[in-house]
Structures are given as structure tokens and as C-alpha cells.
């Protein structure tokens, strides 16, 4: 096989550079040969060659749904492509408590909670609960960490209560729902409300859930974003390497010892 | 019966139930809620809102509450102030909303000429209601009533008027019931939003008006195909019986509505939730609507494997109370889901011992099955197969309504698509396996029977506990789906009220007595 | 719901004009978060917004294949879409066969043949053979039709010698292989043969097959295509009432008949 | 046996299969044929091509068979002009290429010392057959070698080094067995391509080095993952001896390898059909190679509920010839498929029935299983959905190979993740409902022991007609596929030659020996 041109990369189905895609819609308008062709007009706008609907469906009268193939003539630079990742090591259970108490030497406060009008806990849980996620145990076994989990739609206001009254080292926030951006403003809320309050530097602020990226995160100004798959152990070592570079940075007397 | 199920440990289950059932009973007859006296205004024809938009029964109730009234029925209230001023119902609401009326100012003598003030409403809605049945049985005899398992699709565009697009198109392709999934957090409202609306998230709103425009998109392509498609909604939350009123009203066809849903997912207070169910549920029963139970929610937090006893045990105490509110086994459609991990070697094995379970049991039960969703991803393909392989296990096993899942479920609510290639899946496999679940017998003592064997002696088990511990008190530690729950925590408590001696709600009484219930409207009367 | 602008026709899926579109393709790239990224820039390219890769897979280190959802930006003017389509009014059988009786008088001969390297016979066979496909028969029962199905794989030139020999009306061609668009060059093939014979306009000439249209009919030089789901009577329809039209032409004085 | 079949009619068909097996052996014990005398030349390590291209077999037999010698076998020839010009076999039949010797100059008479002058070759291609059935045996003994239904899946890029990362792309992915498939119409070539290539329609031509190629592909990753990945190619069309030779040289693991598709798929003529499909079996038999049959492709054309009953009579036929050239049963890979049209009410059963009744009553065959195609659609979901049913079906019924199905079947040949996703369907369909087919017992009577008993009725009415008719009339009737052939018709009649009486084919003589055969090399010594 060719050598990929990585600065030219291309869909590919069965053959280098054939730039195979799929697509699937469905079109408001009436089932046949012109909606069809419709289809295929779209998808030649979208800079497909070659373009074959393969399927189209009656859904009822005011609507059809195409699925289509075609040849993308569009190409990637994947050389030029930067993505942020949280900067972590990853370690397990046992290093990353050892490293909080021999190079922090004492426990770390995290508040967690599912906001606004957001029910889905399961992902909170899974980083927080005892019993964790995917054979790891959560947060709140770590002993050198002091894990409160508020739980569903809590307002923001709670929240940032709940990290005062606690004076916590980090606030943790999850976010499932997004139908129509609610997360984001909900996730923007907060750090206002931080703000506001005078402690979003004191914080370590992390986002998670299914639609959450460690990119879109920095953009709503978190610290870090954690997305599907994300394990506690993850966001334990992330936490902990955080706090420790933090305490560096206001005594610099400690910078040796990295 | 396919299992050969331990007869005499599901007759203990449903003796545990019974007991557990008869318990919570003896706190849900001593009060009432501010929702179920809203309930009472909106079966009395009080509608509206007032210029803060606030609905007019929230307006009278929360007024009637302030002025510690309601521990005797808002209806007494009412037929007082109508005779008084020689108003109806509804202005009397409207003057009481614009503080022309003060119900607290009535005196406080109850006599029955009063009550009889409100008798020609009370008659007026409940043969409004019976009138709905009527004409339900109508369609069903004179239409395609479908075959189980029925299909069961939801909208949730957030926009009503969308919403019937949908529906339409989902019901021509197949579709035998739609519901509207509603508003994030319509649940943690303590009213009911009012008029048309197209705006909401992840769900539309449950409102009146919404009920009436679908209930019409419905029956016009239930006209037009031939079949009558059924309309559903979700009688949960702060206002389960107000729900329930209007979707009598609007001949919904079933209804979410579960004994203890409210108090496990939403954190309502749990007298609270068992006082508004039972009523909610007594509507429900009295308008022939199927109530659909939430046994699935459970499964979302917790292990399907590991918790399947829960799903089981809170079926019998979920059918223990709905007879407590007069709802025939007919009407009960208990709720079980297909949620083990796809990963488990035999899962599919232990999926069909769970829904086989749940028929020999239940066998008169409208069982409702819902689909897998918890590991579904963004794998569409997977999901869609995922979903085959659950419609298989429903026609397998006699399930009777089937909530078809989405390929998509992992990333968005449906869209127009998704519904119509969740239908033809379905109709594929129903047809093409039609009666595999005949054709088969389940190996005496193989896979199958001992996982359901199991997962009985574990429910027994449970429930004999909860009998001991009391249902309330079991809930504090965390039973069902690892969620605790304390008799005085949660939202809503605010709203319970205890009942004096002179209670009065005419529907309650009316419905109970048609239904043969013993009347608990009064506590001394029972 | 507002009114579909059919100007400005965009995909739908619970919301008008939402835009939403699912995409499914590999990239010849690793697996992991630079490759999610290039799928999304690629994405991007083609026109769509809020683009959300929710699933990737690595398929053994040398490709990732994904599926993502966006919002297409890109809308067709329906109104003013013109798809060419075989001029035909649906007949029966019997009507049919009626129609041949007493406008022509006399049996139409068709030669058929799967051409070139294809053996996919199951479509023409529909058409033709006897026993017909879904519930109707084919040609070769049509009393009025006189039909030589000659099967799989026949060179162009067999073809064009046995249309010759027969004297045949139409001459019917299917493809079902498009692999590498062999069925483009073989098409057009058989027009040249037919012009080189000098038979062209004496024969109705018809193609079909899973990816044929009568659009791609017509540009190859063919008089009509079918696609799928074609049945046997919209075949005989189509080349008695063409048979007419070109009996017509060719004698004026019949022209009032019609 | 889940089926209770009735096995006096069992009996009645292999007993029918065998009498017709053997009547169709009477003839091809009488004829040899070109390509079965170019596998003789392969084995005996003539290779390359002319300077036109012609591969040095082809040219060599022409030459034999222009000048008549054929009918006395091409190594007779072949050891003569080796001894009389002191020449190797390569070196012989390059110089008859360029036409510097000719074989029938050689003078007439046929002794042994002649012979002996190839018996170096023949040993050492058996050797290197026998090292490759070795090195299989080892393989498999010391790397994971799956569990049934093993899963089968094709590349077919056109381009053997493309083909090479899509395999191994599917091998990580789990794919047990790779098949690659043949470019277009190759079947009808009377000559195997030479050489790697990288053109091909819907498929990768043939070669011997492209064999190879694929073979340290895979070889490669049964090492990074520690599991055997088998190699399947076509054994079928004008040349299938040749390809035969090719595959036990380069250790392929399956043939598709049928004693009727050529005839009745390819037009082939039959007598040559048979006559190489009797060779061509021995060579796979000598190689432990396991051929897979074709009886799915009566299936694309007639209809699978319908001609059901022509599949089994297949299998019962091609079992039986399969025998003849020394198969044992677990090299007899007999195919079925998966093709009632999806709309059939309880198709499903019928399915299960018709594979399990494969199981039942060729228990020790490894039974392929061919997914759904003829009722694929552009609908890629709904295709992933039958797909998974067919899954189901054939870890139900107990499969030993299961072709996977593609999404994307009515639309073009694999894409890279199309077998990706394929792969993740059948793990999780074979993992969730392992032991489903364990777990069930079939009603006695119900659905499909009835479907069954139906079929296996109509299948031994099919073969005593056969019987009496003969194989080779009968199909002149279009028993199968509703395709009718004639004796004489077809492609590569001119191929077959009538066997001399001193015909020789040393490979035949030894591998006879060796799998316990009455040999059949000179008709006179039968
Ligand atoms: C379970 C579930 C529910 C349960 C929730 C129970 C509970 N206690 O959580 C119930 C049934 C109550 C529910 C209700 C609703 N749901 Co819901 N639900 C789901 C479901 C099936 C699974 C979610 C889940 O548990 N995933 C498993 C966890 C482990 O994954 P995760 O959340 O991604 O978490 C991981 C990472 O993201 C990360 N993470 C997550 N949070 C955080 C936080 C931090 C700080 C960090 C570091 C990491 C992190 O780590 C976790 C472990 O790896 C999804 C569909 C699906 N399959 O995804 C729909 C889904 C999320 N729900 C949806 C909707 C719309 C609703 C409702 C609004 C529907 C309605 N109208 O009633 C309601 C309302 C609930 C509300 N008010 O929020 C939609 C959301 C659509 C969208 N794109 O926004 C989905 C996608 C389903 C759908 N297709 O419609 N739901
Ligand atoms: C059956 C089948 C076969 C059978 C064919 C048997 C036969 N006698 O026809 C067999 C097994 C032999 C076969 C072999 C091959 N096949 Co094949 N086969 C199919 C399959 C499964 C179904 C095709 C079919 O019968 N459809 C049903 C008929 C009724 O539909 P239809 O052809 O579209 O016909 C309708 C209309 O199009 C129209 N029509 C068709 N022709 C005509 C002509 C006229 C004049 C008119 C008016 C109308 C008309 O009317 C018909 C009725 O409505 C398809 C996959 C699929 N599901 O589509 C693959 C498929 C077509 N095959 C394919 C391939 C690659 C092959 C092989 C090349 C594979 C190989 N390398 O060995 C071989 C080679 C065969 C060859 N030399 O051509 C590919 C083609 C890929 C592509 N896009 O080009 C497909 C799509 C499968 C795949 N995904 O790889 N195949
Ligand atoms: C009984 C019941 N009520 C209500 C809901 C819906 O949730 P919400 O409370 O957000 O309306 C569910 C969800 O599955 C349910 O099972
Ligand atoms: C036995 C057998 N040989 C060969 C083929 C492939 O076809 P071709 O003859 O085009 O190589 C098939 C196809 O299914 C088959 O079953």
C-alpha cells in the first residue's frame, strides 16, 4: 500500500485516498426522484464526487431519509493539528496517594455535583462513590482525599457554598444534558458565580461528562475536562499533580524538589 | 407458565407486597397534598392563569394552604364560596386569584347543601371522563387496536407543534403508541405550565393544551390508517394527580406513573409521592388508562445482573398499591428494561429469564418493556442491533408493550429518522420471529429457568425484609438503585397536609365507590 | 411547524432548518485524540458546524473509523430541481398487450442480456423470464412480446449480432456490477457497436440495474434507464408506448390517432 | 439431534447421494482434463510464464494436448524429455515454450525408468504439502485457534498488499478466517494469473504469489496475537485443480470448492466440472485443507423458503463426491445460508430450522454458514440487523464457520470498517447468547421441527429423482437454481480428454494411496 500523505489525509473505504463517506438525513420534503436528487445536491455541496443514494425512505408524507455515499474530495493536515490534553501522569490508587501525602502532606478537599437542572449522576458517581467505575474504586476511597458529592441538579449558588463552607481544593462539575448548549451556559454560570465570589483562583475547576472535552473546558475557562471513559484515577492524579505544580508556584522555594 | 417459577414463593412475594402496600395505606388515607387539591379544582373545571402566569388551581390551593385550610378538602372551600357569592367554580377561582375572595373569610361551619354546590361539576367532569373511555373502547373496537407487543415510540422536539409532526410520521410507519417525553425537570415543577408551548429541553411540556393538540394529531391519523394510535404521558413528579386529571380529561391512553419513582429519582418526599400516587393512580383507574411503572430507572444506577430482585420485588409492591387505587391488573403495565451489560457472556440468556419471569407472573399485566440504554454508545450500528436483540426478547417472551429504543440513544433525543428505523426494526423482528417464544421450551433446570429461579428467591427475600423494616424505612438505606431516601427529606414535603375529620374530595369519593373501593376521603368513615 | 422554505431546503431532524447530518467514514490515521480532531476539521470542511465525533474505533492501528454528527450549513433550492424521468403511463398487462394489439398490430422482439463480465442475472431475469418478479410476470408471457433473455455475461458483440439476427425492437442491457465504473465503459461500448452496425435508431435502447437512472441512461446514449424496484409491466409499458411514438414518427399520417 | 428428524429418510438420502456420486464417478475415472494436467505440472514445480505472459503450465499442456498426448497424463511427457534431454521439469518446460523441444517428438513408449524420473518432484512437493499440514497442526496447537462459529470474513480491494491491511486490520479486530476474493469472472479464465497484482474487479485475481503474500500477512499477525488467522481462496471455475495445487502449496486452510457451482453458476461444462472437482478435492484432502461448498448460491436465485429442500440435497451430493476424493467429514465444509426473504412471517424459524437441521444430520461437518445478501438493501442499518439475527442463528444452531454478513452488501464490496463493525456484531451476538441453543429444547411438532421434517421429506423425494434420472440429466431439468444444464453445453468441454490406458498422473496414484482410494489413475487397474 502507498505511504499515507499525512498532510493530505483522506476518507478511506477500501482503496488509498478512494475518500469513501457515509452520510445519512432525512430532508422535510415528499418521498421521490426529486427528493432524491435533492439528496444529491446537498451532498455534492458538501464536496462529494460520485455522490449514490443508496437509500431513501417515506417517512410518512412530509419527510425522507437518504442514506448516502460518495467521495469526499476534502483533505486534513493532520501534521498542523494541535490538540490540549490535560497534563497528567497517569499513575494508580496507591502513587497517587503516596504523592499527595509525602509531597502536598495533607488531604485534598473536592466537591462534586451534577448542576442546574442536569439528573444524570451516574458519571459523577462513577469519579466520586466508593465503589468507582470499571474495577477502580472512586474518590471518596482515596485517603488522601475528602470527597463531597452533592449529587443532581444542584443550583450553582449550592455549589460554590458547599466549596467555601468546605474551603475546597477543587470543584468538580458534570454536565450530560446538552440539547441546545444548556450546559455551556450553565458551565459559563459558574465561573462567573466563582468569579464573583473571589475564589476561581483558589480552585482547581474541572468539567466532565459524555459531551465535555478538555478543549471546549480551557474555552468556557475551566482548568480541565474530562470526557467518556474517564477513569477516577485519572482525575485523581490529575488533581493531585495540579495541586502540588499549584503550591510550587506560590513557593517557589519548593521548585528543586520536581 | 415457562419458568417453572417456586408457586408458593411468588404467593409469599405477593403477601410481603400486601402488607407493605396496606402500611404505606395507613399514612396516605390520613393526608392529602396541595397537588391532589389542585387536582380537585382542575377535575372541577378551574383552569387558567393568572397575570404572573401562575396557574389559577396553584393561585387557590397555595392560598387555601397559607390559611391552613386545606386539611379539609379545597372542595368544601369552593362550594362554599360558589353558594355564598353565587358564582361558579371557575370565577370563583378568578376572584380569589385577584384577591377579590378570600376562602379563609367563609366561616368554617361544612354542610352538605354546600357540597351539593359543586355535585353538578363533580358529575359534569366525571362523565366527561367516562365519556373518553366510551369513546376509547369505540376506536379500539372499530380499529386496528395493534398486537403486542405494541410499539411504543417517543417524541421530545420540545415544541408541540414539531411534536405532531413526528408523531404522525411515527404512527404511519408503524407506531402504535406515542409518547411526549417531557421538559427536563417538569418533574421538580410544583405546577403544571400552562396553553400550547414550543419550547423545552430534552422533552416537551405536559400541558393541558399540549394533551389536547396531540391527542387530536393522534386521532387523525388514527382515522386515517385505520388504527388507533395510543397517547401517552408521564403522570410523575410534584403534580402526579393534576396530571392524571388532565390527561383523563384529554383521553390520554396510559401513563407513566409509578409508586415510588418521584421519591427514589427526583427526591421528592416520600409521603408526599405515596399520598399524590395513590389518588394520581384512582384517576388513572377510573379513565381506563394503562399506568406504565418505572422499574427501568433502577437499572440506570444500579447492575442489571446484580439488582434484577429489585426490578422484581418492586413490581409486586408497585401492583400491590395500584390495586389499593382500584386499578385492575389490565391497567397495571409493571415496567422491567434490557440493560445488562451486552458484554456479559449469556447475557441475552438472563435479559429473556427476566422478561419471562416478569410474564408468568404478571401474566394479566400490560408488562412494558423498555429498551437498553445504559450501554448504548456512540456506535449507532451496535445500538441498532442492541435494540433488535431486545425486540427479540419482547416478542420472545409475550411482552405487551415494547419501548422501542433509539440507535442514537447515547447522543440525542430522537430525530425523525431514528423513530422510523427503530419501527421497521421492530416490525422485522416481531414478524420474523412472531412465535419463536412458542416454538421453544426453556430447558428444565438450564440457564434460563435457574437465573429466574434466582432472581425470585432473591426478591422474596427482599421483600420479606421490606415487610419487616417497613417500606419507608427500607428506602433510608438505599434498596432500590443504591439511592437512600428519608421519610422527612426530599422536595414536597411542604405541600402534605393531614386530613381533618371534616376532609371532603368528591372525586375520591365518587371514584371509589364506582371502583369498590372502601372510601378513605374521611378518615373516621373508614 | 413553521412552513419548509423549498428554496432553501436543509436536513432535519427534530427541528426545521436544524441541519443535522450523520457521517460515518475511516481515515487512514492512528486512533486517539489528534485522530478525532482531523475527522472533525474534515467534517468542517464539508460544510457542517457543532460537529460532535461520538464514536471512534480503532480498526487495528492503521485506521480509525468514526461516526459524527454536525449541522450542515449548505441548502438546496428544491423548486428548481429538474430529474429527467422515463416518459411512461403505467399500464396493466392486460392493457399492455391490448395497446400493442391495436396500435402496432404486431410483436414487439426484445433481446436482453446481462453484458460484458457481469453474471448477476437475477435482475433482468425479473424482467423477462416467465415467472417475473414480485407478483408479475415477465416479458416472455406477454403474448404481444416476443423475448430472447440471452443471460449472463454476454459480450457486447453477441448481443448486437443477435438484435441483428432477430430484428429486434429494443434491445435491454443490464448492469449490476459498478465496481471501479466498469459498467460506464461497457455501456457505451454497446452504442458505439450498435452505431458502428448502423442500428442505433432502429432499436429502442434500454439499460437497467441497481445503480442506473435514466439520467445516467440518457447521458451514456440510451433511450431510458430503470433502477431498483423496477417492475416488468413499467418495462413493457415503456417500449410499447416508445414503439408507438416512433411508428408515428416515422408515418405522419397516423398522427391523429393519438 | 434437537430435530427428532426422521432418520430412515436420512439414510434414504445419503444412500441416493451415494449411488448418484457414484454414477458420476464412472466417468470421471475415464478423463482427465487441461487444468487438472497443469495442477500435475504445478505439483512438479513448473512455474513462471512465457514471454506473451502464458503461464509455462498452460503453454506446455496446449502444446500436449494439440499433439494429442494428454489422454497418456503430461508427466509421462514430462519424465521422458527430463531423461532424454537431461533437463529439470522447469528447464523442459521452458524450452517448450520457446519451442526448442516438443513433446511428441519423444518417441512413444512409456516405461518406468521414465517415471522415476519425476518421483524426486512428486515427493518433494508432497513433502512440502505434508511440511505445510505440519506447520498448520502446529499452529494450531500452540496459538488460540477460536471458537465455533469461527467468523469468515472477505477482503476484496483488488489489490493484494490493500487486501493485506484490511485482513489484518480485521484479524485484530477478531476475524478467525480471511477470504480473499476473487476478482470478476476470474472463474473463467482458463489459465491462473501470475504474479502480485493490484487491478481487480470486486476482487483480487488468484495468484500463487498473491497466496503468499497473504499468507505471511497473516502468518504475521497469528504472531502478534497469538491466534491462528486461516486463509480461504476460490477453488472453483476453469482451473480448479490448479488452485488447489496453489493453496496446498502455500498452505492455504479452506477452498470454496463445490462439485456444481462452475455448472450451474459459471456455465461450465459438467464433465469437466466434475472431473476437476474429483481432483482438485484430492489435493485439498492431501493438504488438509477444508473445502467450503456453495450451496448458498442456489439460493441468490431461487427462493430460500421455497427450494429449501434443493440446498439439502446439495449438501447430500456434494458430501457424497467429497468422500470419493478422500475427504473426511471434518474437512467437508458444507454450506447453507441464511436467505428467506426477511418479510416472511416467523422466517426466523425457518432459519433455525434449515441450519440446524444442517447440524443434525452432518454433525461432524464444519458447516458454513452464508449471511443474507439477496434481501440487503441500501438500508445499511436494517442490513446490520439481519445481520445479527443471522448471527444469532448460527450460534443457536451450532455454525462452525460463519461468513459474516456486511452492512453495506447491496451496495459494494467491504469498506475497512464494514468488517469492523460486522466483527462486533457477531462477537456480541455469539458472547450474549452462547449457550441459547443449549438452553432451548424445540416443541416436539411445533414450527420448526415441522419446517424441518418438511424439508428433509421434499429432499429425499429430490434425490431418488436424481437418482433415477441421473445427476447430469436431471440438471438439464434445472433442478438446481431453477438453472438447467446439458451435458455437452458450457464452457470447457474442449478441456476434457478421454484417459489412454497408460494415462499416468503420479499425484493422483500417491495421494490416493496415502487417503486410502482405490486409485483411479489407469481405468484399467480399477
Ligand atoms: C442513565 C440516564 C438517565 C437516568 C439518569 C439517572 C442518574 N441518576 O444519573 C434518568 C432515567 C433519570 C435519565 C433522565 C433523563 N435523561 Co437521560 N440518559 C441516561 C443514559 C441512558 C445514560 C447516562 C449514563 O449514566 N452514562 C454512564 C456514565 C458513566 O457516563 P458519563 O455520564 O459520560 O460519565 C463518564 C464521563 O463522561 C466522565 N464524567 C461525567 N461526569 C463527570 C464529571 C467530572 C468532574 C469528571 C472528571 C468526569 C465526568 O466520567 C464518567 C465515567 O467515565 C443516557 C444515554 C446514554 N447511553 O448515554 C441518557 C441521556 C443522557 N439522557 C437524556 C435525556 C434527554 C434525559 C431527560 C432529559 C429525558 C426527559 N426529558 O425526561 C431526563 C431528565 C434528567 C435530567 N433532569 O437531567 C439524553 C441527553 C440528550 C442530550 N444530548 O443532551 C440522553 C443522551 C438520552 C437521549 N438520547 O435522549 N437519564
Ligand atoms: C445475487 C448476487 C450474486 C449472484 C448472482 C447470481 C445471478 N445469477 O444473478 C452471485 C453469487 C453469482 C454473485 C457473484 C458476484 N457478485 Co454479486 N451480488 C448478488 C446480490 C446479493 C443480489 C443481486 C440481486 O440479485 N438483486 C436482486 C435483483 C432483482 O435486483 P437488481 O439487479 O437491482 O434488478 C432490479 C432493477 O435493478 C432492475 N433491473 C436490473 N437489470 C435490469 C435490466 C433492464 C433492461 C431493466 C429494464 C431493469 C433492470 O429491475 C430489477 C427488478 O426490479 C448483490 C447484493 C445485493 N443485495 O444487491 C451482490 C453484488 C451485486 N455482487 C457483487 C459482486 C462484487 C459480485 C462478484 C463480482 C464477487 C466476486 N468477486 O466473486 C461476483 C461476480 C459475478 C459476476 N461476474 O458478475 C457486488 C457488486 C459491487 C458493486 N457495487 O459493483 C454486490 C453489490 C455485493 C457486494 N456488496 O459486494 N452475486
Ligand atoms: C415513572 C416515571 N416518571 C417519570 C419519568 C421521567 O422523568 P421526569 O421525572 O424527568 O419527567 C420516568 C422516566 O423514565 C419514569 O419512569
Ligand atoms: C463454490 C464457489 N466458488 C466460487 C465462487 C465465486 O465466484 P467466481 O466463480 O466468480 O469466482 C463462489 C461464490 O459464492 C462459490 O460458492
Request: aromatic share 6%; proline share 3%.
Amino acid at each position: 500500500m502507498p505511504q499515507v500523505d499525512l498532510k493530505n489525509v483522506r476518507p478511506y473505504g477500501d482503496t488509498l485516498d478512494d475518500g469513501r463517506v457515509q452520510l445519512g438525513f432525512s430532508l422535510p420534503i415528499r418521498y421521490g426522484p426529486e427528493a432524491k436528487e435533492a439528496a444529491r445536491q446537498l451532498v455534492i455541496k458538501m464536496g462529494l464526487e460520485n455522490v449514490d443514494v443508496v437509500s431513501a425512505h417515506d417517512l410518512g408524507g412530509l419527510f425522507t431519509y437518504f442514506v448516502v455515499y460518495g467521495r469526499c474530495i476534502h483533505s486534513v493536515d493532520v501534521t498542523s493539528l494541535r490538540v490540549p490534553r490535560v497534563q497528567v501522569e497517569q499513575m494508580d490508587f496507591f502513587r497517587i496517594n503516596d504523592l499527595v501525602r509525602d509531597k502536598l502532606g495533607r488531604k485534598i478537599t473536592v466537591v462534586a455535583a451534577c448542576t442546574g437542572s442536569d439528573a444524570h449522576t451516574v458519571g459523577i458517581d462513577a469519579i466520586i462513590n466508593m465503589k468507582g467505575y470499571a474495577g477502580e474504586y472512586g474518590l471518596e476511597r482515596y485517603p488522601w482525599f475528602r470527597a463531597h458529592n452533592l449529587g443532581a441538579q444542584v443550583p450553582n449558588e449550592t455549589l460554590v457554598a458547599k466549596a467555601i463552607d468546605t474551603g475546597a481544593d477543587a470543584v468538580l462539575v458534570s454536565q450530560v444534558v446538552t440539547q441546545k448548549n444548556v450546559h455551556i451556559a450553565n458551565m459559563t454560570r459558574l465561573v462567573d458565580l466563582l468569579e464573583a465570589e473571589g475564589i476561581r483562583d483558589d480552585v482547581i475547576l474541572v468539567a466532565g461528562g459524555p459531551r465535555i472535552t478538555h478543549e471546549l473546558a480551557l474555552e468556557l475557562g475551566y482548568d480541565a475536562g474530562f470526557g467518556p471513559g474517564t477513569l477516577p484515577s485519572h482525575v485523581a492524579a490529575y488533581i493531585a499533580q495540579e495541586m502540588i505544580r499549584k503550591e510550587h508556584r506560590t513557593s517557589p522555594d519548593l521548585g528543586e524538589e520536581r | 407458565m415457562k419458568l417453572d417459577l417456586d408457586i408458593s414463593k411468588i404467593d409469599k412475594c405477593r403477601e410481603c407486597a400486601s402488607d407493605i402496600a396496606d402500611r404505606i395505606m395507613e399514612q396516605v388515607r390520613n393526608v392529602t397534598t396541595t397537588t391532589c387539591e389542585r387536582a380537585v379544582l382542575r377535575l372541577l373545571g378551574v383552569d387558567g392563569v393568572d397575570r404572573a402566569g401562575v396557574p389559577l388551581p396553584n393561585v387557590v390551593v397555595d392560598m387555601a394552604h397559607q390559611a391552613g385550610l386545606l386539611s379539609d378538602g379545597i372542595a368544601t372551600y369552593m362550594a362554599r364560596a360558589a353558594v355564598s357569592a353565587g358564582l361558579s367554580l371557575q370565577q370563583v377561582a378568578e376572584k380569589v386569584a385577584c384577591r377579590q375572595l378570600d376562602l379563609a373569610d367563609l366561616g368554617s361551619a361544612s354542610c352538605d347543601c354546600d357540597r351539593s354546590a359543586v355535585s353538578g361539576a363533580v358529575a359534569a367532569s366525571l362523565g366527561r371522563i367516562r365519556e373518553n373511555v366510551a369513546k376509547r373502547r369505540e376506536y379500539l373496537s372499530r380499529l386496528d387496536s395493534g398486537t403486542e407487543p405494541l410499539i411504543y415510540v417517543i417524541v421530545a422536539t420540545g415544541n408541540i407543534h414539531e411534536d405532531v409532526e413526528q408523531a404522525q410520521s411515527a404512527a404511519k410507519a408503524g407506531a402504535d403508541i406515542i409518547a411526549v417525553i417531557r421538559s427536563t425537570a417538569q418533574s421538580l415543577l410544583d405546577y403544571v405550565p400552562y396553553g400550547a408551548t414550543t419550547e423545552g429541553y430534552g422533552g416537551t411540556f405536559a400541558t393541558q393544551e399540549n394533551f389536547r393538540i396531540m391527542r387530536r394529531g393522534l386521532d387523525s391519523v388514527s382515522a386515517e390508517t385505520g388504527r388507533y394510535i395510543r397517547l401517552v404521558n408521564y403522570c410523575s413528579g410534584l403534580c402526579m394527580p393534576e396530571i392524571a386529571a388532565m390527561g383523563a380529561l384529554e383521553r390520554l391512553d396510559m401513563m407513566l406513573n409509578d409508586s415510588m419513582y418521584g421519591i427514589l429519582f427526583r427526591d421528592i418526599n416520600m409521603k408526599r409521592t405515596f399520598a399524590d400516587q395513590y389518588f394520581s393512580r384512582m384517576i388513572n383507574a377510573y379513565a381506563g388508562i394503562i399506568i406504565n411503572t418505572g422499574e427501568d430507572n433502577y437499572l440506570t444506577t444500579a447492575d442489571a445482573y446484580e439488582e434484577a430482585h429489585t426490578v422484581l420485588a418492586s413490581q409486586f409492591i408497585n401492583e400491590a398499591l395500584a390495586h389499593r387505587s382500584g386499578l385492575p391488573d389490565s391497567q397495571i403495565g409493571l415496567g422491567h428494561a434490557f440493560e445488562i451489560n451486552p458484554e456479559m457472556k449469556d447475557g441475552f440468556l438472563c435479559e429473556v429469564a427476566q422478561a419471562q419471569m416478569a410474564r408468568d407472573i404478571f401474566p394479566n399485566a400490560p408488562l412494558k418493556y423498555m429498551p437498553p440504554t445504559k450501554y448504548m454508545t456512540g456506535d449507532i450500528f451496535r445500538g441498532y442491533l442492541l435494540n433488535g436483540m431486545f425486540n427479540l426478547a419482547g416478542v420472545m417472551t409475550g411482552q405487551s408493550i415494547q419501548l422501542l429504543g433509539m440507535l442514537t440513544e447515547a447522543i440525542h433525543t430522537p430525530h425523525v429518522h431514528d423513530r422510523y428505523l427503530a419501527i421497521k426494526n421492530a416490525k422485522y423482528v416481531f414478524g420474523s420471529a412472531r412465535h419463536l417464544g412458542e416454538d421453544v421450551i426453556f430447558r428444565p433446570d438450564g440457564i434460563i429457568q435457574r437465573r429466574a429461579a434466582q432472581v425470585l428467591a432473591d426478591t422474596a427475600r427482599m421483600l420479606e425484609y421490606v415487610r419487616d423494616q417497613g417500606l419507608m424505612d427500607a428506602m433510608g438505606e438505599g434498596i432500590f438503585a443504591g439511592i437512600a431516601r428519608t421519610p422527612d427529606g426530599g422536595r414536597g414535603l411542604d405541600g402534605v397536609v393531614a386530613r381533618s375529620e371534616r376532609y371532603w374530595n368528591p372525586f375520591e369519593e365518587a371514584m371509589s365507590a364506582q371502583l369498590g373501593l372502601a372510601t378513605s376521603s374521611n378518615p373516621s368513615r373508614r
